[in-house]
């Protein structure tokens, strides 16, 4: 075979060899783009729950309580003799709850959070400490959530949302009904008692009696 011919071959070769490469490619390149969407998809999922209350009217960010708050609020948590219901609003990974219900035998403790994956977190925590059975966690919007079954009222807000629920309280509370504000004071509602530590400070409330007296 001359030169000629076979470089006549080799050229009428080469746009086979280009297409085949344009379609492997092109199947490299589908792969990728598959693989890339299902990764973002799933990261979606994820981190849905964690971004979804920041994009509400109110956001209710997951901030731990720390041991000197914790301590703060059981101050003035004094259950009856034939025990007590405690609410823990945006009870986040549920230490206000489980520390409740191991202090104090004759309360049961409920939590109400938005985030799943944190409802998921308190209940396997409450189970580890030994309280699964005086505690409960629910996946619920705190606006929907009713106030009246309670006795003791915790409420970690932020300061844009203290107005919206002191309005909550006032309409739901029962009568007798202890309220304990963590971070942020209600804007007009009349304290009880306090204790001043900064980040830890408390605030207690009997608003239902307040409103009565007047």
């Known amino acids: 075979m001359s030169t000629i011919e076979l470089e006549k071959q080799i050229a009428g070769a080469g746009p086979a060899l280009d297409g085949h490469r344009s379609k492997t490619t092109s199947l490299s390149g589908k792969i990728l783009i598959g693989v890339t969407g299902?990764?973002?998809?799933?990261l979606s999922i994820v981190c849905y729950p964690f971004v979804a209350p920041a994009l509400r009217r109110h956001c209710l960010p997951f901030v731990p309580?720390?041991?000197n708050q914790i301590r703060n609020v059981l101050a003035f948590v004094k259950p009856a003799n034939r025990g007590s219901r405690l609410l823990d609003i945006g009870s986040g990974?549920?230490?206000?709850?489980?520390?409740?219900?191991?202090?104090?035998?004759s309360i049961k403790a409920d939590g109400v959070e938005l985030n799943p994956w944190l409802v998921y977190y308190s209940r396997l925590a409450a189970l580890r400490n030994g309280v699964f059975s005086r505690t409960s966690f629910v996946r619920k919007d705190l606006w929907?959530?009713?106030l009246a079954p309670y006795d003791?009222?915790?409420?970690?807000?932020?300061?844009?949302?203290?107005?919206?629920?002191?309005k909550k309280v006032l309409r739901e509370a029962a009568p007798g009904t202890t309220v304990i504000a963590c971070r942020?004071?209600?804007?007009?509602?009349?304290?009880?008692s306090r204790i001043e530590e900064g980040v830890d400070s408390v605030?207690?409330?009997r608003p239902v009696a307040a409103q009565q007296d007047a």
């Open 38 to 42: 299902g990764i973002a998809v799933g």
């Open 65 to 67: 309580a720390t041991p």
């Open 93 to 105: 990974d549920g230490r206000i709850v489980i520390a409740a219900a191991r202090t104090l035998p």
């Open 144 to 146: 929907k959530f009713s």
């Open 152 to 166: 003791h009222i915790v409420i970690f807000g932020v300061e844009q949302m203290m107005e919206d629920l002191e």
């Open 184 to 192: 942020f004071p209600f804007p007009t509602l009349k304290t009880e």
């Open 203 to 205: 605030w207690v409330y």
